[in-house]
């Protein structure tokens, strides 16, 4: 098993793993609470391609290769946007995706029922 540092390498080498043998490969994620660790495996039975972190700013880079692999494993093709690194969400942009207003539809009006 070869545990890839950069994970660059290790989301490109697992699109090429994928893409020579799309039914034969798997990808896995492993977690260990009491670690702390999160583990990512690309394997095809005959390579396997393993990425290790106990960091969590690298929770971005969990959802960007999981995107890709959902996306090849679906259409088989990897659409511009999973390609690309994802936009990170910050609070103004939250904030300014929220419906203006005062209440939500379907909330408390002041009235009781029964």
Do not use: N, W
């Amino acid at each position: 098993m070869v545990y890839i540092a950069d994970f660059e390498a290790f989301m490109q080498e697992s699109e090429e793993l994928y893409r020579a043998s799309p039914l034969g490969t798997r990808y896995c994620i492993k977690y260990r609470h009491c670690d702390g660790k999160l583990v990512l495996k690309v394997t095809d039975d005959k390579r396997c391609l393993q990425f290790k972190t106990d960091q969590q700013q690298d929770l971005k880079k969990l959802e960007r290769i999981t995107a890709m692999f959902f996306a090849l494993f679906a259409s088989g093709e990897l659409p511009e946007a999973a390609a690309e690194p994802m936009a990170v969400d910050t609070p103004a942009a939250a904030a300014s995706q929220q419906p203006q207003g005062g209440q939500a539809k379907g909330g408390a009006k002041g009235r009781r029922k029964g």
